[in-house]
């Protein structure tokens, strides 16, 4: 079945950690999203890529950091950095058109602070 | 709201009725979406709207788009208890039109 995939669903991260949450897409889509949900929130958008290689900061990139090595694969990384983890994340994949195609999206991951 | 404004936050409704969510933005587009969230869940593609529409109809959902407004709405026909849900305005924006952002969210409840 094709479709986009984040692991793990939940993820505790001691205080002054690194984490890093996986994506992973078999749609062959060449875009690829990191989101950010707070409770009873909006999404914000993290880090987006259009092509291997290559990526863009979003809106809140402060504290967090991504790769894109394979086309399949969109790995972010939660620094010490970013104060204030504790959120709901969101990886989402489209067709890059400039403009058209829908997002797709993986059932994301709640990371908490411990 | 650098994404744009949905309204209204929150709505109640009875099963049965209407509903109807509005989004409005600030920059100029070439396809508005919508989508739906099931809470703690990812997001869910409804339907797109380009520029050159006014209306677009799927299954109980209709969308319209008023470009000179800067504004869509989504109305959902005859509400079932399933359709209780978080929904979402996006739009693209950026060179290339590559950032795709989200509005707020509009928390439907439908009641039985």
């Known amino acids: 079945d094709g479709g986009i995939t984040q692991s793990p669903k939940y993820l505790f991260r001691k205080e002054g950690q690194n984490v890093t949450l996986s994506c992973e897409q078999n749609?062959?889509?060449?875009?690829m999203y990191w989101y950010r949900q707070d409770p009873g929130q909006g999404l914000r958008l993290i880090y987006y890529?259009?092509?291997?290689?290559?990526?863009q900061k979003g809106d809140i990139a402060e504290g967090y950091s991504v790769s894109r090595e394979k086309k399949e694969s969109f790995p972010l990384t939660v620094t010490s950095a970013q104060k204030n983890p504790t959120a709901f994340y969101l990886c989402?994949?489209?067709?890059?058109?400039?403009?058209?195609?829908?997002?797709?999206f993986g059932q994301g991951t709640r990371l908490t602070v411990v | 709201s650098q994404q744009g404004e949905e309204d209204p936050q929150a709505l109640s409704i009875q099963e049965g009725e209407n509903a109807t969510m509005n989004c409005s933005y600030k920059?100029?587009?070439?396809?508005l979406q919508w989508y739906r969230q099931n809470s703690g869940r990812g997001l869910v593609h409804l339907i797109l709207?380009?520029?050159?529409?006014r209306e677009k109809h799927s299954g109980r959902l209709r969308v319209t788009l008023d470009t000179s407004k800067k504004s869509s709405s989504l109305l959902i026909t005859a509400s079932r208890a399933a359709d209780t849900a978080s929904y979402f305005c996006?739009?693209?924006?950026?060179?290339?039109?590559?950032?795709?952002?989200f509005g707020q969210g509009t928390r439907l409840t439908i009641n039985p």
């Open positions: 709207i380009r520029s050159n529409e």
């Open positions: 890529s259009q092509i291997v290689n290559d990526f």
């Open positions: 920059t100029s587009i070439n396809n």
């Open positions: 996006a739009r693209r924006r950026g060179q290339g039109a590559q950032k795709l952002v």
């Open positions: 749609l062959n889509h060449d875009a």
């Open positions: 989402a994949s489209s067709i890059a058109t400039g403009g058209l195609g829908e997002a797709f």
